[in-house]
């Protein structure tokens, strides 16, 4: 039962009585179940007291009550409901009239009652479909099997020419093989069948060649072939594979032919081998192995047997399977006798015994429901079918609907329902329970009299194909906007985390800045219209955290306090529209990009004034694309990434490039302005081994653009944690972005270390690290996220680029669309992932399988009661952040002690908001001397400010405090000496001391002091018999 449904069940939060609002919503909701009835309508505070009424005082007692003491009792406890309604209860407990109830019999029907309805509301939902999707395939004939790999999260698709596709789990096509046997290179010759064998990683293809080619997929090479089975009496044409999962050593591979006959091979040590080798295989080396299928009839592999019948009687066996809960083959033909056959075998008997229904004109497919314990048939005739297995004569129901023959059945085993497809191309999903068509969709394929359709539903990803020819169709579920949780009303564009006040800082198309507790999930505040209606694209935060900037489409980047007061607006665009990708904070410089080639640049030493102009960079443009991300590593390392794939190296503090990098060639970059370093690095490079450095020396090569942006650079990372790679090399660099893939770098060698797919087909990625640099979150635009442990990857350097991906800790999907931004953070020394998506949602989750809980969802969370990873010692984390600081200011060293944050600088002209210094405010010379001394104690770092008494305060106005008014004298301090001269003492008359215990006690205590006479009689008596009885057990012995 879903834990929706019992919450609306449940409801905590009501108060006693039928008429509060939750319960009258609740009502509303689910008036058609009867939810006006008084067991839908009791809350978890009724239950509470109920059980209270059956709670015994003594242990293990049951309460059991009858059905006047039941009515008179609840009415009573609960405090509403009439006597009639409460004997209803009772009376629908009381299901074998016994006349009296208890706990465990009430709890019982309640549960019964809830998962009853929960049934009856997923019978009846009816599943909101996406468009009908054509896939891009490649394939040049009729489409044989789709089919779903658990395994490796991949679709496979097979064609009748023999080529297979390899489809992500996001239905983006990956690679496709040949797949052909030597025979079937002639003519006329094509693959039949395909299905997978998942507890042993192969997959099984029939051919029409009367053969089965098993296939490794573990194999080095491109689908190697391990088995192939020949000399089958007639051509396989649908094929079936079972496996225990309890003991994955039994598996079954069941298949029909063209001659009527149903086969099935069972495995008995599938894990280990499927046929026998023989002892010759290893000596010729042969890679495959080829097996007659006189060899198995015979008997000669140990680890299988065979179980055939021809029940059939020469008709097309056009479906099989095996079924493990009635332990059972079934199959199907288009015949109107033995049109379905169950084939099962006795432990006792080697030969099957078979069961057959005859049904009028035949049917094209069939699926079996084990929970319902029904076969759905398609029929020729129109007719969907419902049958029981073990009832022959007829069916137990007939969906009538369709006005062409039925090709496809399959059900949707969750909800209960079944889909129905038909030649005239239309779609139908029925209630099995009401046997009731609650859908009809008429899907638009070509018109064609002559086609082969295949129908495939993945009931796990809600995905339903339908093939026609050799185009294949996707029908997807839209998941339930209604039901699905919003952090926001438009599209989430950014999200920051906040490590001083633990706060979670989003923003969205419409130009709304949300605030929210990390701890708990609660909204704190919001801001709107930030920049008007146009879209906050990107946010960064100062190295204080006390200012917001915000980037907009509409060319300006804004300073804010946490109070919502605009500190400044930047002039990005130049009064035009621009897309800011990116805000990149330095001590002296505000790096913004993202539209152009170049860096725009701002100094927030000029920040005079509430407009602020871009200023020169000094470094001019030195991308051929538009620079799309930026990256800062102390002391003075910047690097920003393009769209076409280059990385360019920086130096901050001259402002010029010095080199560039990209997955296909390395260049040199020469500086206009400091030509002698340049002019050193040349020279040193030149006599250089290294090959990279050989190549760098060439200068400016000649490349191509990439301009359809696969290798586009969306995020760059630096790994700060790792502090000697210069000196032992190692990757300090992570890019990522178009095409997937994420590249390790090492900006001192000036080298690609290592380089991964992380999603296949996903298209441009983003991705986030943590402060320690262990793990690495990448997102793509299906919405979702992997979680990649990193910190033993590319610890050093190799001459050979590694291409193995790091161990993936996680993958899941928390969102349905694409993920815009990824933050990971430790609060409390706990790792979290927080990543914003363009479905409205943010979500927040641990790194390990941890629960994800969305922003803005009722229930807040509990971040402490979920420990994610061992919080790390806070010692060394502090030791950690005292080096960076320390680097951060010898870097910096040249600014002046005394001069303001570049964020936190104001417009002096703004004198509606200009705020007095402490020193000149009537509060005293104290509190100076404490201002005074604090100030000199805390010395700026990496942009921090000088923090100041009054920047929590900003919007005060602090001015002369007024005079007190004269107040009067209370009488205490006019006559002191009435209230407070001293009392004369008296004379205390002295106190007997109490004797002891010991002098007072008269006699010592004894049993018959102590206790009641009659208790000493009792005992005594007792004694006595207990005496009689051993002294007749002593003479019984003798």
Not at 91 to 109: C, E, H, P, R, Y
Not at 288 to 306: D, P
Not at 684 to 711: C, L, Y
Request: net charge negative; charged share 25%; aromatic share 10%.
């Amino acid at each position: 039962m879903s834990c929706q449904k019992a919450a609306l069940e449940l409801n905590t939060g009501s108060q006693p009585g039928p008429m509060s609002p939750e319960r009258t919503e609740d009502v509303t909701a689910f008036e058609d179940y009867g939810t006006g009835l008084l067991e839908n309508q009791l809350s978890v505070c009724d239950f509470v007291k109920i059980q209270k009424a059956f709670e015994s005082p003594e242990p293990r007692k049951i309460i059991c009550m009858s059905r006047e003491d039941f009515i008179q009792k609840m009415t009573e406890i609960v405090g509403w409901g009439t006597k009639e309604e409460y004997g209803e209860l009772f009376d629908k407990v009381d299901v074998a009239q016994d006349g009296f109830i208890n706990w465990d019999k009430l709890t019982s029907f309640i549960l019964l009652e809830l998962y009853e309805q929960d049934e009856r509301a997923k019978a009846t939902v009816v599943p909101q479909w996406k468009d009908l999707e054509f896939l891009p395939v490649k394939h040049k004939d009729n489409i044989q099997k789709v089919i779903f790999l658990k395994s490796s999260s991949h679709y496979l698709t097979i064609s009748k020419e023999g080529l297979l596709a390899i489809w992500g789990e996001n239905l983006k096509l990956q690679e496709t093989f040949p797949i052909t046997s030597d025979a079937t290179k002639l003519k006329h010759l094509w693959v039949t069948s395909l299905v997978s064998l998942e507890n042993v990683n192969k997959i099984a293809v029939a051919f029409t060649s009367k053969e089965i080619c098993f296939y490794d997929l573990l194999s080095k090479e491109e689908f190697a072939c391990q088995y192939k089975l020949q000399g089958l009496k007639g051509t396989p044409i649908c094929m079936d594979y079972w496996y225990d999962p309890l003991d994955a050593n039994e598996s079954i591979l069941s298949f029909g032919d063209i001659t009527g006959k149903v086969q099935a091979i069972a495995f008995t040590a599938a894990l280990i081998s499927l046929f026998e080798w023989p002892a010759s295989a290893c000596e010729d080396g042969e890679a495959t192995m080829t097996i007659n299928w006189a060899e198995l009839l015979s008997g000669c592999h140990k680890c299988c047997h065979i179980l055939e019948h021809k029940l059939h009687q020469g008709d097309w066996v056009r479906q099989v399977t095996y079924n493990a809960s009635l332990d059972a083959i079934i199959s199907s033909t288009t015949s109107n006798t033995n049109s379905v056959v169950l084939a099962w075998r006795e432990k006792s008997k080697k030969h099957l015994n078979m069961t057959s229904f005859n049904i009028a004109q035949g049917i094209h497919a069939f699926d079996y429901h084990s929970r319902l314990n029904l076969i759905a048939t398609a029929g020729i005739n129109n007719k969907v079918c419902l049958w029981n297995p073990y009832v022959v004569s007829k069916p137990v129901g007939v969906l009538w609907g369709h006005s062409a023959s039925v090709i496809a059945v399959q059900f949707f085993v969750e909800r209960k329902q079944l889909f129905s497809f038909s030649k005239d191309k239309v779609l139908r999903l029925w209630d099995i329970q009401h046997q009731l068509s609650i859908q009809r969709i008429a899907c638009s394929f070509p018109e064609s009299q002559d086609f082969r359709c295949l129908f495939h539903f993945d009931e796990a990803h809600g995905r339903l194909f339908i093939s026609f020819n050799n185009r294949l169709a996707l029908l997807a579920i839209k998941s339930d906007a209604s039901k699905r949780v919003k952090s926001h009303e438009k599209a989430v564009t950014c999200v920051l985390y906040n490590s001083i006040l633990k706060q979670v800082i989003s923003s969205d198309t419409g130009s709304t800045v949300s605030f929210w507790m990390i701890d708990t999930g609660q909204k704190i505040k919001q801001f709107t219209g930030c920049h008007g209606n146009a879209e906050i694209s990107t946010m960064a935060l100062d190295a204080n955290e006390t200012r917001l900037l915000t980037g907009s489409t509409d060319g300006t980047v804004k300073i804010w306090d946490f109070n919502g007061y605009c500190h400044h607006t930047l002039n990005v665009g130049q009064d035009g529209a621009v897309d800011i990708s990116q805000i990149l904070i330095l001590k002296k410089t505000i790096l913004v990009t993202g539209w152009e080639r170049a860096i725009t640049v701002f100094r927030p030493q000029n920040f005079n004034q509430f407009f602020i102009q871009p200023e020169e960079w000094k470094g001019g443009i030195q991308h051929h694309d538009d620079i799309l991300c930026a990256a800062f590593l102390p002391p003075q390392t910047v690097v920003t990434g393009s769209y076409d794939g280059e990385i360019v190296l920086w130096n901050n503090s001259t402002e010029s490039a010095h080199h560039v990098l990209h997955p296909d060639y390395q260049r040199l970059l020469k500086s206009k302005l400091d030509t002698k370093p340049q002019k050193l690095l040349s020279a040193g490079r030149s006599h250089s081994t290294d090959p990279v450095a050989e190549q760098s020396t060439m200068g400016v090569r000649n490349f191509e653009i990439d301009t359809e942006g696969k290798n586009a650079v969306t995020r760059l990372c630096f790994l700060k944690a790792r502090k000697n790679t210069a000196v032992t090399g190692g990757a300090n660099l992570v890019s990522c972005g178009g095409s997937g893939y994420v590249r390790f770098w090492d900006i001192y060698k000036k080298q690609l270390l290592a380089e991964f797919l992380a999603h296949s087909g996903a298209g441009t990625i983003i991705m986030s690290t943590d402060k320690m640099n262990r793990y690495l979150t990448t997102g793509d635009l299906d919405g979702w996220l992997k979680i990649w442990n990193i910190e033993e990857y590319c610890l050093n350097s190799s001459k050979n680029k590694i291409t193995k991906a790091p161990t993936l800790i996680r993958s899941f999907q928390p969102h349905e669309d694409r993920i815009s931004s990824l933050e990971m953070c430790e609060p409390g020394g706990q790792l979290l992932i927080i990543s914003s998506s363009a479905d409205c949602s943010i979500c927040v989750t641990g790194v390990c399988n941890a629960p994800v809980w969305i922003f803005g969802q009722a229930k807040h969370w509990h971040i402490e009661n979920y420990l994610f990873l061992p919080k790390r010692d806070t010692n060394l984390v502090e030791s950690e952040i005292q080096k960076e600081i320390s680097l951060f200011s010898k870097e910096e060293s040249c600014l002046d002690p005394t001069e303001h944050s570049l964020l936190n600088k104001r417009n002096k002209d703004d004198s509606a908001y200009n705020v007095r210094p402490s020193e000149d405010t009537n509060l005293g010379i104290k509190y100076k001397e404490r201002n005074t001394c604090m100030k000199e104690t805390q010395k700026p770092y990496y942009g921090e400010v000088i923090k100041k008494s009054f920047s929590a305060f900003r919007s005060l106005s602090i001015g002369v405090l007024e005079e007190l008014p004269e107040v009067n004298k209370p009488a205490f301090l006019l006559d002191p000496e009435k209230y407070f001269r001293k009392e004369p003492e008296k004379e205390h008359p002295q106190i007997p001391e109490a004797q002891s215990l010991f002098e007072t006690l008269k006699a010592v205590f004894d049993e018959k002091n102590l206790f009641p006479k009659d208790i000493l009689d009792h005992e005594r008596k007792a004694k006595q018999l207990c005496q009689e009885k051993s002294c007749e057990v002593k003479k019984n012995k003798k």
